[in-house]
């Protein structure tokens, strides 16, 4: 079986370490994990490693945020894998930091990363892992916000979330949503 794992974010240093990259931060720590590094091909940073018989194909968009679907539906259509295995990190700020919740389908929330997924593939039926970065900003201050970088307050937390994240991601596989859904939501 194999799945695509996309993690939201924006290419480059610049953005590297802010909020808006977490989906970045958890394929980095899976690959890292797996011994394996990503290597620039069309529309994305992508990697591929296995875990209990199952082929994961990791990608990070190199098309910015906004335009995600871009590379979503391009990596979906050239590795023949049905939506149903495809599963987006992002992060989210309608969640309280800490808080990780995977839904098997729903609304972009406003995230202009799904929103574009979303308008792409013309469906909101593929699963999302939704990292809480929390909404700690000021009235007109959340693109400041998203991408600001990491306190250090939060960067003690990081870790441990990001881990937690991986198991979800290898869950999802292995298990299936419903039963990961239970176990970690």
Do not use: C
């Not at 906004?66 to 599963?87: M, P, R, T």
């Not at 799904?114 to 792409?120: C, E, S, T």
């Not at 593929?126 to 939060?154: H, M």
């Amino acid at each position: 079986m194999k799945y695509l794992i996309v993690g939201l974010g924006n290419p480059g240093t610049e953005y590297e370490n802010t909020r808006h990259n977490i989906g970045f931060k958890t394929l980095d720590a899976l690959a890292k994990a797996s011994n394996v590094s990503f290597s620039q091909e069309k529309l994305a940073y992508r990697t591929t490693i296995k875990h209990k018989g199952r082929t994961f194909v990791l990608i990070k968009p190199t098309t910015f945020m906004n335009l995600s679907g871009k590379a979503v539906n391009y990596w979906l259509q050239k590795e023949k894998i049905n939506k149903e295995n495809l599963l987006v990190i992002t992060d989210d700020l309608a969640l309280p930091l800490g808080k990780l919740r995977l839904k098997p389908k729903g609304s972009d929330g406003g995230h202009n990363g799904l929103k574009d997924i979303q308008k792409v593939l013309n469906t909101n039926q593929y699963a999302r892992l939704r990292f809480g970065i929390g909404n700690e900003f000021s009235k007109g201050k959340q693109v400041d916000y998203v991408l600001g970088e990491w306190t250090s307050e939060e960067q003690k937390l990081l870790p441990s979330l990001i881990e937690k994240s991986k198991d979800i991601v290898l869950s999802f596989a292995t298990i299936g949503i419903q039963r990961t859904m239970n176990a970690f939501n």
